[in-house]
């Protein structure tokens, strides 16, 4: 193995390495390594992976230290009281070396996980590293502890909360990556509220677009040239990226339940601009990336009938508590848990007989603008200057506004939205929100997109 960096600190002695951690050390990557170090900056946690090349054992021969200090005897450890790969720890404990972090090891080779505070080009300033000056350091790693934290979207400990502050998608990533349908249904219902088989086909659905779509990023080549992206720059994808601006859109051409499971899992939202909805009427839905090839998954018109058979308890218990209004305790525990068993028992029935997946050329929209605020002149909400018209002949309206108290601002057209030049307000620049014009506006309902007169 070759180094790629070696640490500069002011620890010389490997006893002294656990006292070290407090300090700041300096891991300085060799040049030939700069463009490793790209993006480096958005890491707070990196574990590093060094080599314990004392020749000497800074006097811990038989019993290791907790700590991993940077030092290790390249010879055989000799066999003491405890076994050859136990050592007796600090605390008094006798543990193997695979229990401990003892720097005696069949393989000379240390890891911690240490926080980066800076970095000034190939040198990174780190605290919590365990190694004496001049350790060779062997590789450096961005940290991952999303295995450890199985609770959906809990934050267990300080190192996995800091990730997740950088990347509040890691933990779905890693479960599409996986395939992991179950943990997202479960997200996906802390969003939705319940557990249904339509929120469990939108995850399904979801999670197969973002694996397609991902696989041809990370292999460009398997792609046909019609449907091949643009900009892979022939680099492999760390799983399938969303980041809430819209360079991923879905499209999905309902608004029930199966949309969420398709939110959640691409990240892809009403909030983000990045959910794009065409009122149609089919569990289908579309992603793409901004090049315009995208995957489009369709329900099947069996599926309904494929999931009521494989799950006919739940039939009954609908008939009983919905349809016959039957509502004790009973029923309608029985009721949630088989809605639950058939909503996590989808997820498991047979993809191919539940989709279509097409791949399709999508007319990508542009990135959605964005647009000032005004007040309006009546109702003193901030509104999207897109969304507000002339006042015009209304200004007399204005006096409805006296039953508001003082505070309000619609009684302060004030300084905010006005130069301090600007005239008391006129007919002819009062701006109200559509409400207060008596406008037409969209709205979406469980209707699907309807225009309501103002
Ligand atoms: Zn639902
Ligand atoms: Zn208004």
Redesign the pocket.
Known sequence: MNPVGVVRNDCTDPAQAMQMQDAESVILVDEAFADALHMIDSCEYLDVVFHFHLPETGGRTKTGTETGAGSESRTEPETGAEGRWRRTTRSGEVRGVFASRAPVRPNPIGITTVRLVGRDGNRLRVTGLDAVDGTPVLDIKSCNTSHLDDTPCGASNHIHTSLLKSNPRLAIQRYIMAGDTEKLLIMA?QF????????AMGVMAAVHAMQELDRDNADPDSVTDDAKPAETGGEKASGPASDGLEDLLAIVETN???A?GVQLVTGCSFGNNSLIFEDLGKTAFTLTRRDGNGVRVISRHESPAYVREAFPEFDRHYQRVVRDQVRDDAAVAAFRKSGAERSFGTLNLDFDRMFDVQRVRVDVPDYAPSHESGVCAKCGDSVMATRMVDGGDVSTRDTDASTRGPDTPARNPDASTRGPDTPATTAENRKLCLKCAGKPYSVLDGHGIRILDG
């Open positions: 219902a939705h509220g319940h557990y249904c088989p339509g929120l029930n339940c199966f969420d």
